[in-house]
């Protein structure tokens, strides 16, 4: 990857994620529903150098130093990794003549991250299977990782209409 693209993989990895988080506000603000704490993940990777990956229930396991710093950094890293990822499978030139469809796909796909490994290690069970109403859970995941990949596409437009 020359160092252009780099920079245009980041870009759209951070859009897309802000997108995300700017629905995660919208959606507390106006419905009352709460987004994840990513101090949280923070906690759950600040105990991983202590050998702990799986936690009975985070929120009860004792805080790190830093851990809402570090929650987001790596927020933001995952969000332009997958974008890596989803740049490095349908190749580059996505990057100048974006469409939606592959992006929304992106969004479907990546929400195996917080089903398979952030839930169960958080202690909700796979795919949140252990919290009352894990059907809604499921849902909210999946329309949290669509908006995702939404904001993949509206990025990568935003840096196609720019300039490619």
């Not at 759209?12 to 994840?36: H, K």
């Amino acid at each position: 990857m020359d160092s252009q693209l780099i920079v245009h993989v980041f870009l759209v990895g951070v859009g897309a994620t802000l997108v995300m988080d700017a629905w995660a506000l919208a959606r507390q603000r106006l419905f009352g529903i709460a987004s994840l704490d990513y101090a949280l993940v923070g906690r759950w990777l600040g105990h991983m150098r202590h050998g702990r990956l799986r936690h009975t229930a985070i929120a009860k396991v004792t805080p790190v130093r830093g851990e809402r710093l570090l929650g987001w950094c790596c927020h933001y890293l995952i969000g332009v990794v997958f974008v890596g990822w989803f740049v490095a499978f349908v190749g580059a030139q996505w990057l100048c003549r974006p469409t939606l469809l592959p992006a929304l796909l992106l969004g479907a796909v990546s929400v195996a991250a917080p089903l398979l490994l952030l839930q169960p290690a958080f202690g909700m069970g796979l795919a949140a299977w252990r919290v009352p109403n894990p059907w809604r859970v499921r849902l909210r995941a999946l329309v949290t990782h669509l908006v995702f990949g939404g904001g993949v596409y509206l990025a990568a437009w935003l840096g196609a209409v720019a300039g490619c």
